[in-house]
């Protein structure tokens, strides 16, 4: 089985498939909270309750998004038709969670379960199989590593553009009519995301899709991946990564308006961090990607902790300081994700060697319901904590309390969590000695019999 080298343009193409979903991502993690408790007007336990319980209805529908796509036949392949099907839904999705109808306090409660329900159930359509179809693009653990930084590189681009313009665009579109604004901002951004959306579609192609595989329930294909324990590793990671990115990124905007009391720095302070984190993505495949994932990982995500925690010992007036932390964090922290989602891919190639089947949508689906119930958990936090410390939304003053709590929340409670990634990371075992082992089984299994294949299999699953 040759290693396939993808060229340039694909991984781009495959890259701006995640600009689209960060068009709307990046701009529910750095807005829709703030927009929530102080545009629409929820109060912020409203808000934090909502948050967590619409994961529940994600752990029914993502191991079924899952299970569908491993299922897709179709002209188009596995993964791609989605980024056609779902395109148009997805950038509409986003445009209605930030509309403020005018039907009294009840009303609007309803009506922001119904939308942000929505939204989540169009970002799993489409982000299952499209972080799902990796696997199928190449064959090589450090080419996934490589197409995973210019994922992120671009994805965080699109992040860039929302820091950027999401603001303006709402002063632009609203003229003074804040609700109008960001109606008007984000239907531009799911707009672009479903341009984008289209030209991946059209510029990436599938090529190690299996095939003829015994078919069974939803149940138990997550039957088989409870019993991986590295899948279990990722999973747990996954849940207490987001919850700790999510506290930061929903507290952003809370820090630099009241800690910092600096709202005129809101964009240039988001801006700063996209740019660090492009520098990260981009660095991470050529400058980490011949050492151990794992050993990386823990190192850089301990630093992520500290950078995050010192924070809190600065002064809020100490401007330059902090724009410096929040660059190098910024850099060290998303040098980490193209690391991390290559050991999802790695996983797919696991348990093929583990159970004989080729799970990647269902993989990549419960690992995205783990990092959707991380921001559940985080965005709840947020809201319980600020109404726990008497923050009163869109007030001009706020509390000591309410200011030390938002302070917390952006530095030491996410570095407390990232500093315990550490741990976790430790009981990951497919390093790369062992990736190469499967590598040889699953070129086995394409080459020799199938009697043959299973007895290298059988004897190959001590990891």
Known sequence: ????????????????????????????????????????GLSPAHMGTMFLLVRFIDAVTD????????????????????????????????MLAFYTPDVGETGKIFYAYASYI?????????????????????????ERTSLQSYRFALSTAGGLVVAMVALPLVDLIGEGDV????????????????ALFFYSFANVKERFVAENEEQSSVFSDLKLLFKNNQWRVLFILNVLLLAGVVLKGASTMYYVNTVMGRADLATTFMVAGMIANIIGAIGSAPLLGRFEKAAVYKV?????????AALYFVEPTSVYIIFMLVIVLGIVQMSTTPILWSMMSDIVDYEKTRSNRSLSGMVFSTNLFAIKLGIALGGASVGWI??????????????????????????????????SLAVVISFYKLDNKKLAQIKALLKLAKEKSSDEYEGARVRGQSY
């Open 63 to 94: 191991p079924i998004m899952g299970s569908i796509v491993d299922r897709t036949k179709s002209k188009h392949g596995r993964y791609r038709p989605y980024l056609l099907w779902i395109a148009i839904p997805f950038g509409f999705a986003c």
């Open 1 to 40: 089985m040759n290693i396939i080298r993808l060229s340039v343009k694909e991984k781009i193409a495959y890259g701006l498939g995640d600009m689209g979903c960060n068009f709307v991502w990046q701009t529910v993690m750095l807005f829709l909270a703030y927009f929530y408790t102080d545009i629409y």
């Open 179 to 194: 609700q109008k604004g960001y109606l008007g901002a984000m239907a531009i951004m799911g707009a672009g995301a479903i």
């Open 300 to 308: 850089l995500i301990i630093i992520s902790g500290i950078l995050s």
């Open 386 to 419: 600020l109404a726990g410390a008497g923050y009163v939304g869109g007030a001009e003053t706020q509390s000591s309390a309410a200011i030390t709590a938002i302070n917390l929340l952006y530095t030491i409670i996410p570095g407390i969590i990232f500093v």
């Open 118 to 142: 929505f939204l989540t159930l169009m970002y799993t359509a489409i982000n299952v199989p499209y972080c799902a179809m990796a696997n199928a693009l190449t064959n090589d653990s450090q």
